[in-house]
Structures are given as structure tokens and as C-alpha cells.
């Protein structure tokens, strides 16, 4: 994301291996900074949170999507404008639920875990947790409170990522200050 | 055509950042007077005009025009608000805010981890290449003799 990285043209064409160990490493670093992984996923959701704060005009900048009018087209842009531009890559969005406010991310791959084996006795730890931070900070800058999570994981023997997001409210813009 | 000056509001009203280049009618009030009464004035309209349109709108508020002056609008989803008053021979200006968010905001705030968000803009980086762009424009060219 380096201004440098700009100039020399699309971004996306940065390496993505350097991106997926740099992760890997910084995950390491916390694994041995924190005594458990509740600590670590706790760590990696708030950095994920300081991203999605600052990438979502980044991406609003980019992308040039206009306001999403529910929570269907929010998990359009998500999936296929939001992934393919930052991962490269498309999840299914799917298991909707009947209120409409619910639906879970499908990732067949994740580009973040390429390289990847979860060793014995990290069972609670969410390796990804990055991104839920990143996709809750970057709505809440929407009006958007979604509560966001794993609910299955391929690096711990499930078929398939999934992330859940769960719409909680609408934010309220700030109204002025009234005079003293 | 003139610009004469230039407001961001960020979504809790905070003015991040302000500048005047024309300005030939100096401020009565204290600038945080003003902003405050700015972000009002915006605040309200931006109601006034979604609670009173006839029709499903999409764009909302983009500009009004006195006998002397216009004022442009311009929000991204985040709510950050460009404001930049010119004079009344200017067109539309949306396309030009929407640049000064994409690439100077975003680039030189937004990429830059030392600056705060939430905090008016102390980078001087930030403004000169804002300075830069809006001198640069077709639209700031003053007139000689006016």
C-alpha cells in the first residue's frame, strides 16, 4: 500500500508472497508476544480494525461505489469488488439468513494461509483474524456496525473459510453541536 | 473564474483542514465560529434537500449559487465533506472534489500513519499538493483587474 507501490502501477501486482509471509511473520511475533491465542486473535482483530479504518477510502477512492442501499448489495461489493481488488480473489457470499442480516463469506482459498500449518495446541486461534478487524473497521467508517467472525477455517481441518457478518445497526451521522 | 476557499469536514464535524485562496471578504468570526456554522449550514441542508425532494435522489445536495458567490459539496461514504466556494462562472465541481479526496486526502493523509484521522490536518505535504492542485486547475485563474 506504499505510495512507491502506486507509482510503479497497479498495486495489486505487488508480491503477493512477500504480503502472505509478512503475515505469517507478524502472526509468529504475536504468538510468541501473547501467553494464548484469545490474546493473539484479540491483537490481530484490532490491527485488522486501524486498516479498515484507513483502507476503506482507499477503496472508496478506487472503486468509486456509491452508497450501498442494503445489506445484499454491501455483501456484493464486499465479495466481488473489495476481495478481487485487495486479495485477489472472489468469495462466495451465501447462508443468508431469513432476516436478511446475516451471511457468511466462502473462501475456498485463502491467500493469507498459503503457506501454513497450524502445530498442535493453537486450536483457539484464529489465523486470519485480521480480517474481520479490517471488514468491521471499514463498515463501521459506512454507518455500518457488523459483528464479524470465523466460523469454519480450512487451516483447522474444515472443508472451507468461511467468515460470518452479522449486521447489528445503522450509525447515526453526528449531528452538529448546538450553540453554548 | 476564482476559487476562493476550500473546507473537509470529517463525519463528526471536526474541520480537518481549511485554506482560502481569494478571499477578499475577511471572516467576522473566529474560524472555529465559522466551521461550526459551516457544518451546520451543510448538515441542514443536506436534510432539507433529502426530506423534501419530490423524487428518489442520488446524488443529494451538490452546490447552491448566490448573487455573488458558489458554494460545491461534494461526500463519499465515509461522510468526509469537500467544500469549495467559487465564483459563479464555474461548472460543476464534483468531479474535482472527488479527485482532491481519491488523490490527495487518501495518498497523503489516509497513506501517511502519522496522521491522525480524526485530527485537523498538519501535514505539509498535504498542503502543498492540495495548494498545488488547486492552482493548477482550470477553474482557479483570476481574472486580471477583478
Known amino acids: 500500500m506504499s505510495r512507491q507501490a502506486n507509482r510503479a502501477g497497479d498495486p495489486r501486482k505487488v508480491n503477493g508472497e512477500l504480503f502472505t509471509l509478512t503475515y505469517g511473520a507478524l502472526v509468529a511475533q504475536l504468538i510468541k508476544d501473547y501467553e494464548n491465542d484469545e490474546q493473539v486473535n484479540k491483537q490481530l482483530d484490532k490491527m485488522g480494525y486501524n486498516m479498515g479504518v484507513r483502507l476503506i477510502?482507499?477503496?472508496?477512492?478506487?472503486?468509486?461505489?456509491?452508497?450501498?442501499?442494503?445489506f445484499r448489495e454491501t455483501a456484493d461489493v464486499i465479495a466481488k469488488v473489495a476481495f478481487k481488488l485487495y486479495l485477489g480473489l472472489t468469495p462466495v457470499v451465501s447462508n443468508w439468513s431469513t432476516t436478511g442480516d446475516e451471511f457468511s463469506l466462502l473462501l475456498e482459498s485463502n491467500p493469507l494461509t498459503e503457506f501454513v500449518e497450524l502445530p498442535?495446541?493453537?486450536?483457539?486461534?484464529?489465523?486470519?483474524?485480521?480480517?474481520?478487524?479490517?471488514?468491521?473497521g471499514a463498515l463501521e467508517m459506512v454507518q455500518m456496525d457488523v459483528d464479524v467472525r470465523f466460523v469454519q477455517d480450512i487451516l483447522k481441518g474444515d472443508n472451507i473459510t468461511e467468515i460470518r457478518l452479522k449486521f447489528i445497526k445503522r450509525l447515526e451521522d453526528a449531528v452538529p453541536v448546538g450553540e453554548d | 473564474m476564482t476559487i476562493y476557499n476550500f473546507y473537509l469536514f470529517d463525519r463528526n464535524g471536526t474541520c480537518l483542514y481549511y485554506t482560502d485562496w481569494n478571499r477578499k471578504k475577511q471572516m467576522t468570526m473566529s474560524k472555529e465560529e465559522e466551521f461550526k456554522l459551516m457544518y451546520g449550514m451543510i448538515f441542514s441542508?443536506?436534510?432539507?434537500?433529502?426530506?423534501?425532494?419530490p423524487t428518489d435522489m442520488k446524488d443529494g445536495f451538490l452546490n447552491y449559487s448566490t448573487s455573488k458567490y458558489k458554494l460545491h459539496f461534494f461526500e463519499t461514504p465515509s461522510g468526509l465533506k469537500f467544500?469549495?466556494?467559487?465564483?459563479?462562472?464555474?461548472?460543476s465541481m464534483k468531479d474535482v472534489l472527488h479527485q482532491m479526496f481519491?488523490?490527495?486526502?487518501?495518498?497523503?493523509?489516509?497513506?501517511?500513519?502519522?496522521?491522525?484521522?480524526?485530527?485537523?490536518?498538519?501535514?505539509?505535504?498535504?498542503?502543498?499538493?492540495?495548494?498545488?492542485?488547486?492552482?493548477?486547475?482550470p477553474q482557479f485563474a483570476v481574472k486580471p483587474g477583478s
Request: hydrophobic share 35%; net charge neutral; proline share 4%.
Open chain 1, 57 to 70: 477510502e482507499d477503496f472508496l477512492a478506487r472503486a468509486n461505489t456509491g452508497r450501498c442501499n442494503d
Open chain 1, 120 to 136: 498442535p495446541g493453537h486450536s483457539n486461534l484464529n489465523y486470519s483474524n485480521l480480517l474481520c478487524g479490517a471488514l468491521r
Open chain 2, 45 to 53: 441542508i443536506k436534510s432539507f434537500v433529502s426530506r423534501l425532494s
Open chain 2, 83 to 91: 467544500i469549495m466556494n467559487t465564483d459563479l462562472s464555474v461548472g
Open chain 2, 102 to 137: 481519491s488523490s490527495i486526502y487518501v495518498e497523503y493523509v489516509v497513506k501517511n500513519p502519522l496522521c491522525a484521522l480524526d485530527q485537523p490536518i498538519t501535514s505539509e505535504l498535504f498542503k502543498n499538493k492540495l495548494d498545488e492542485f488547486v492552482r493548477g486547475l
